[in-house]
């Protein structure tokens, strides 16, 4: 049922406005806000993180930046992202109880004999790590290096 605008829309040959809760017209332009964060400085995200988790976050940043020296650090959808050569490289996720690495590549580039990573989508895998100790350091920077490779070339 149009309302009175719609069918005087209708007439004009315009659209009618769209109603609350409908989706746009396919290929229509988003109008979502930019996130207030978006771009910002990295060290923020880290210093609001509770203690359990930012001992995780800072030995991936350090393991992140020696696979990477020249990768640059931003917030991107409330995470910390790292890019190489302007390309997407990996990112760092802190939830409740755990923290993501996510690294971006195809997910068959990220060879995982353990089965330690998550995911199968073309943005790449993650690995979920609880605590510190179960950190699979020699995993992590080779996943890592790999991931920089992928965004060196692109």
Avoid: Y
Wanted: charged content about 25%.
């Amino acid at each position: 049922m149009k309302t009175a605008k719609g069918r005087a829309a209708a007439k004009k040959g315009a659209k009618a406005p769209a109603r609350k809760g409908t989706k746009p017209p396919a290929g229509a332009a988003r109008t979502a806000a930019r996130r207030a964060d978006f771009g910002a400085p990295i060290e923020a995200f880290f210093a609001k993180q509770p203690p359990h988790l930012r001992v995780i976050l800072d030995e991936l940043r350090r393991l992140v930046l020696e696979a990477a020296p020249e990768a640059e650090s931003s917030i991107k959808w409330g995470m910390p992202w790292f890019s190489v050569g302007g390309r997407m490289m990996c990112s760092l996720g802190a939830h409740k109880a755990h923290v993501n690495l996510v690294m971006m590549g195809p997910p068959e580039a990220f060879g995982d004999p353990d089965g330690l990573l998550c995911g199968s989508g073309a943005a790449g895998r993650h690995l979920k790590i609880t605590s510190l100790d179960e950190l699979p350091r020699e995993a992590v920077r080779g996943w890592l290096r790999v991931a920089a490779a992928i965004a060196r070339e692109g």
